[in-house]
């Protein structure tokens, strides 16, 4: 490991806590990470354009179907936020083609999105979803207008995760909730992976979350948490980082679909993904974050 230097399109700073003390991760320096030594937060140093970032997501696929157990997972999760219902408003930030949202909807959520590409905001204005193009500005909404913000896989895309904390803020009324997933840098999968699990990638991910800097984030920025998580291992995931395929292929993401379909079914299965899940968590080293925050 080395000090980061000054460089031009570089960050000089930790965009988390702003920390000059910068130190670079040389076994990932093909991604440009750097971790911060004073809140330890994991982050890719390099800047990338707005034009990077969306001749980059314009090769994300778009209109793939999502599955009944999906499906089952977003009303479970519609659920438990249902307590927090009051103005009746809800916006997932970074939406994709607006799976979530349309079940929202289903349960009487006036839904709101948001997304970058023009073929993502042609998909889910077509479902009579509220869009708003590019990153999330708080001037398209009223103050403490949603009682949810919900963001799948979204923080680590962004390297201004302060601002966007700020964003989520501003727009959720007083005692609204927050839910966000995220890779988690302390994985299983990662310390065994290194630079080859494919989650760590340059353009795709710019900020490397764990348990600490995530609740740090939230916290800071007057939230608190009511509910945390670390679990998940996808094995194709895995399977496909050892190989180096598809490292930028996000159908990945549905390619554990038999597996999941077994722990439905099947007894031993579902005994099995909780235990496993359950020793997952107890150490924070499951490959996703889950958190539910509230605003102070």
Request: charged fraction near 25%.
């Amino acid at each position: 490991m080395s000090i980061a230097p000054h460089t031009e399109n570089f960050f000089e700073h930790c965009p988390l806590c702003t920390s000059t003390e910068l130190v670079i991760l040389k076994a990932y320096s093909s991604n440009h990470l750097a971790q911060c030594n004073n809140c330890s937060f994991v982050f890719a140093r390099k800047i990338p354009s707005i034009e990077e970032l969306i001749a980059h997501y314009n090769t994300y696929p778009r209109g793939n179907k999502i599955s009944a157990i999906t499906i089952k997972r977003y009303h479970e999760l519609l659920d438990k936020l249902e307590p927090y219902r009051k103005t009746n408003n809800l916006i997932d930030v970074g939406c994709g083609d607006g799976f979530f949202l349309e079940t929202a909807r289903e349960r009487k959520w006036n839904v709101y999105g948001t997304e970058y590409t023009d073929e993502a905001i042609k998909i889910c204005s077509a479902k009579g979803i509220n869009m708003q193009q590019g990153k999330l500005n708080p001037e398209h909404y009223p103050a403490d207008f949603f009682d949810v913000i919900t963001s799948f896989e979204v923080l680590e895309h962004i390297n201004n995760p302060q601002e966007e904390l700020r964003n989520f803020h501003r727009i959720l009324r007083s005692g609204g909730a927050v839910y966000v997933t995220t890779p988690n840098f302390n994985s299983a999968s990662r310390y065994y992976l290194k630079n080859k699990w494919n989650i760590i990638e340059y353009p795709e991910h710019l900020g490397y979350f764990t348990q600490r800097t995530l609740t740090k984030l939230f916290h800071s920025s007057n939230f608190k948490t009511i509910h945390f998580e670390s679990s998940g291992i996808s094995f194709s995931r895995f399977t496909k980082s050892i190989s180096n395929t598809a490292k930028a292929d996000t159908s990945i993401l549905y390619q554990d679909e038999s597996l999941r379909e077994k722990t439905e079914t099947n007894f031993v299965f579902k005994l099995a993904k909780i235990s496993i899940n359950f020793t997952l968590n107890l150490f924070n080293a499951g490959d996703t974050l889950k958190g539910t925050f509230e605003k102070k």
